[in-house]
């Protein structure tokens, strides 16, 4: 989920190798993730492509 033009909304995003295990974790201990990439909305659905960073929210979990 993120916020997409002031309203909290779904964002698809496909994920490989570590990004995808982290994410996983990140799920299972219910920690805020930070992604960088190129949004693009295809028909309803938000997808993010062109990932250029993902990672584990440090401010959010201190």
């Not at 930070?34 to 993902?54: P, Q, S, T």
């Amino acid at each position: 989920m993120g916020v997409v033009v002031d309203k909290l909304r779904q964002i698809k995003i496909e994920l490989f190798n570590h990004d995808y295990i982290l994410a996983i974790k990140a799920y299972q201990e219910r920690l805020s993730v930070v992604v960088a990439g190129d949004l693009i909305k295809e028909n309803k659905d938000f997808m993010l492509k062109n990932i250029r960073y993902f990672g584990l929210d440090e401010y959010w979990n201190n």
